[in-house]
């Protein structure tokens, strides 16, 4: 098994010491499938774990540890390592380069949209699957790719549900007029404020869009972009944002006194992060996000909980730490199904994967031939006593929504 | 539209003092021993994580905890230029350089070691504090550090002028054959000179760890900034450092707000371009020349 994973490598002497290897085994007449699931399966996983997101990748990656760590006492060997996209999208393909290189069968990742595309193009290279944790932007899976497979939305589906979630709000005493949509200017925040502008004409949601204010990605001050904020009088702002610049928003809209009806960021991380609620305190609350979310209903989303809290009793498990683990079990999955760690293997795999006990909201995932799982749910979050808890919809919400928000001032 | 123009004005103005406090850094270590510090950023996140770090251990804020960071990043250039610096004075100016980056390198690895790469906040009520001017709301944080920081270019421009040490500071600058022909202890006045422009840089971090996150990668543009406003105000005019961080922070807040936030840097760089084109020496500088 480990003679397959790093035939991918191009050491002659290792070929050869992997065929040797495979050999014996065949002499030793075990059955195929034992024989395929002996060695460990080589993932290497992609992420931000230093630069400007780290925090989130910092997430995920504690994510995938813990689905590691769970799979391993189930007996299934899994043998990962972490390379760092250092937050450059341009980093995915070197990062992807050396996991493949390093014999891994299946990459996992990037986090990030640009870096998942740049890491994409080095597994089609190596014809080795991309299963893609989180990323949202709609080309990663619209470029003709064959080896990736997302268990993610993408970022227009995720705000056309929100929308779709949040004109169901609209009811008298919380009708707002118009707003502002702020968002950071890379591939995620330009795919999904694009993606905001569409959804909301489409949705008929009647609330006009004053202004779309783009700022840096690596931003260290917003006083400026919610100064204008402020000054278009919007009543309400969707930020599309990480947890930084939601935490910088937020601080800014309170000492510029800018309260508006509503907070929403439509297919926005971040708000929902324990980064931001402990740095936010009171201020962080009635913020509302529509984004992927863990149904904490399901019995394996409960354990999977249960064994976090044990793990991990000072962070909070949230969407990049919920996809982080998912990720293992997709991977976990098709591996068990393969019985076999050639890419060729696994690939045809996760093509016929077929998950029904999962943790995230939603319908089983499956991948459609473009290599999407079109099944992933998006609940309403708003944050409430310093947590987010889901409002919507009322099948599994956690707690009614409460708006309009409260005034800054008026927070006690 | 009046409000919201002045506010950006005056919070430009007020963080454009704290960039002139870095480029003061900056200048005077150029000034006395012409040598460019390109590890300024690093010098200036030295300064956050340490405001950050007491913050966190003591629960001091930045402001309070000032003097200390002030001591601890003067002893940290004073050792330095005594034990390494010195010896690179008079070397070719790519052997400087790569020791610069290479102390550069070295501060962000250790960064990232300690801490790190996840943003530290400095979190609090008072974060939030505002004082209100009439229409103006101005971020009471942001004054406090842009105060200070001014007060910090005075005193230091008042002591470079009038004490016997800034004086030796100025002939060492002026003409460094004739200060050793006195009996100026060279040496020691870089020391000096190193341990003043780093505890500058370490200053004004510490008051930028109040409002911005801090991340072991900040220094680039740290160094960029302090390269911008030292060109456009003058090598080693400590008027021209204020001049340039006043420019630079009102040039970045109103090209924000009339073209586009994210292309706020736009601005200072055709700002750049500018003098380097009409007033190359700089707005107050003067033509440099080689010291004799």
């Known amino acids: 098994m480990s003679a397959s994973s790093k035939s991918v490598s191009s050491s002659r002497r290792e070929v050869l010491r992997a065929g040797t290897a495979a050999a014996a085994l065949s002499a030793l007449s075990f059955p195929a499938v034992l024989r395929a699931q002996d060695g460990p399966l080589k993932i290497g996983v992609v992420l931000p774990l230093s630069g400007v997101v780290s925090f989130p990748g910092l997430a995920t990656r504690r994510g995938t540890e813990l689905a590691v760590k769970m799979f391993a006492e189930q007996g299934v060997k899994l043998d990962v390592s972490f390379l760092d996209t250092e937050s450059k999208a341009e980093n995915g393909r070197l990062a992807a380069e050396k996991a493949i290189r390093d014999g891994c069968s299946v990459v996992v990742g990037a986090w990030d949209s640009g870096a998942t595309i740049s890491a994409a193009q080095a597994c089609e290279a190596a014809k080795v699957p991309l299963v893609v944790n989180i990323g949202s932007a709609r080309q990663i899976t619209e470029q003709g790719f064959t080896q990736i497979f997302r268990n993610f939305c993408p970022s227009d589906d995720i705000v056309a549900n929100g929308v779709q979630r949040f004109k169901e709000l609209l009811r008298p005493g919380f009708q707002p007029r118009t707003a502002v949509v702020m968002h950071v200017n890379d591939t995620f925040g330009q795919a999904t404020g694009g993606a905001v502008k569409a959804a909301w004409e489409k949705a008929g949601v009647g609330i006009r869009i004053l202004d779309t204010i783009s700022y840096d990605a690596r931003a260290r001050d917003l006083s400026v972009e919610v100064a204008k904020a402020k000054a278009t009088g919007a009543e309400l702002v969707a930020p599309i944002t990480r947890v930084n610049d939601a935490i910088m928003i937020v601080r800014e809209m309170v000492k510029q006194d800018y309260s508006p009806m509503a907070i929403y960021g439509p297919s926005s991380p971040g708000p929902y992060e324990k980064a931001f609620t402990d740095a936010m305190g009171k201020y962080a609350n009635d913020y509302l996000v529509s984004v992927p979310w863990h149904d904490a209903s399901r019995p394996l989303t409960k354990r999977v909980l249960e064994r976090w809290a044990k793990e991990y009793p000072d962070q909070r498990f949230e969407l990049n730490s919920a996809f982080g683990w998912e990720s293992i079990l997709v991977v976990v999955d098709a591996f068990r199904r393969a019985r076999s760690t050639r890419p060729v293997d696994l690939h045809e795999a996760l093509r016929q994967t077929d998950i029904a006990d999962h943790i995230m909201s939603g319908g089983p995932i499956r991948f459609d031939a473009k290599g999407q799982n079109p099944n992933i749910g998006v609940p309403l979050l708003q944050v409430q006593n310093q947590q987010p808890v889901v409002v919507g919809p009322a099948e599994f919400a956690q707690a009614p929504v409460k708006l309009p928000m409260t005034p800054w001032s008026q927070r006690g | ?292």
Not at chain 2, 255 to 280: G, N, R, T
Request: hydrophobic share 55%; aromatic share 10%.
């Open chain 2, 1 to 292: 539209m009046l409000e919201l123009y002045a506010g950006v004005a005056v919070n430009g103005l007020l963080i454009g003092v704290i960039y002139a406090l870095v480029a003061t850094g900056l200048n005077v270590i150029f000034g006395v021993m012409r040598v460019v510090n390109f590890a300024h950023g690093e010098m200036v996140v030295v300064g956050m994580y340490l405001g950050y770090s007491l913050w966190q251990f003591t629960g001091l804020s930045p402001l309070a905890s000032l003097p200390i960071t002030v001591a601890l990043t003067f002893a940290f250039g004073y050792g330095f230029q005594l034990a390494i610096g010195n010896d690179f004075v008079s070397r070719p100016q790519h052997v400087q350089f790569v020791l610069y980056i290479g102390l550069g390198l070295a501060i962000t690895g250790l960064h990232a070691m300690i801490f790190g790469p996840d943003p530290r906040a400095i979190q609090g009520e008072a974060g939030f504090d505002v004082y209100r001017i009439g229409f103006l709301r101005i971020d009471a944080v942001r004054l406090h550090a842009a105060a200070v920081a001014l007060g910090v270019i005075a005193a230091l421009s008042a002591w470079l002028r009038w004490s016997m040490t800034g004086k030796a500071l100025h002939a060492a600058s002026e003409n460094l054959v004739g200060g050793q022909a006195i009996g100026l202890r060279i040496d020691r006045i870089f020391a000096l000179t190193m341990g003043i422009g780093v505890a500058c840089a370490g200053t004004a971090g510490a008051l930028l760890a109040q409002l911005y996150d801090t991340q072991p990668y900040l220094a680039s543009e740290f160094t960029m900034i302090a390269f911008i406003i030292v060109i456009i105000g003058g090598l080693a005019s400590l008027p021209g450092a204020l001049l340039g961080g006043l420019m630079i922070g009102l040039a970045e807040a109103i090209a924000a707000m009339v073209l586009e936030p994210s292309a706020k840097s736009l601005l200072s760089y055709a700002l750049l371009i500018l003098v380097l084109l009409l007033k190359p020496e700089g707005l107050m500088g003067r033509i440099a020349g080689r010291r004799a």
